[in-house]
């Protein structure tokens, strides 16, 4: 084999060039070069990007889109984000549109969020953390004040999280650059990188 004996039987027959290469279709690339011609395009949404090398395609959408294998791409203005499937991308779709269609089904639980794993993780750490484990710990002595909201918490951690919601604080913020993403309750971020950023 050619790759093993380091045997180059391409020659390139451009004036005063004499490059040899292992394969015809890198010879085909390397002319393409000579002659100015680059058939090989990006496909990307208003992406002009030309090469004569087809591998260097590839390259590109890895360093300039971040395309790491995922086919869904978001088409939001300036954002540019892929995602691995058509329900991820729509999650992340809830974001820009501040859509929440996902509830808590907890008794007088407001809590709603852009996908359904953001809603089983707030109940797990909101409404069930402290349920099952016996005596005393099951006691919600951490009231809400705000008016005609009355929920309780066992938690003052828990209780500051929900106060949040009221006075429209977040907080905790995603540390991917230049991602804007806040919320009120830090395991959200967590959440948020693993199905947005992928991380």
């Not at 984000?81 to 991820?88: D, E, I, S």
């Amino acid at each position: 084999m050619n790759v093993h004996n380091n045997v180059r039987p391409y020659a390139c027959d451009w004036p005063g060039c004499g490059k040899r290469f292992l394969a015809s279709a890198l010879l085909k690339y390397h002319l393409n070069i000579h002659n100015n011609v680059k058939p090989y395009a990006c496909d990307w949404p208003a992406c002009e990007y030309r090469t004569a090398y087809y591998p260097c395609v590839h390259l590109h959408k890895l360093q300039v889109h971040k395309m790491y294998g995922h086919k869904y791409p978001c088409d939001w203005p300036e954002c540019g984000k892929q995602f691995a499937n058509k329900q991820t991308l729509g999650y992340h779709i809830n974001v820009h549109k501040n859509v929440k269609p996902y509830a808590c089904d907890w008794y007088k639980c407001e809590y709603r969020s852009t996908n359904h794993s953001s809603v089983l993780i707030h109940k797990k750490h909101v409404h069930t953390k402290h349920m099952n484990t016996g005596g005393h710990n099951n006691k919600k002595l951490f009231a809400c004040l705000w008016p005609e909201c009355g929920k309780q918490f066992a938690s003052k951690p828990t209780l500051t999280d929900h106060m949040n919601v009221h006075n429209n604080v977040k907080p905790y913020a995603c540390d991917w650059p230049e991602c804007g993403f806040r919320t009120h309750y830090a395991p959200n971020v967590r959440l948020h990188k693993k199905h947005v950023h992928k991380i």
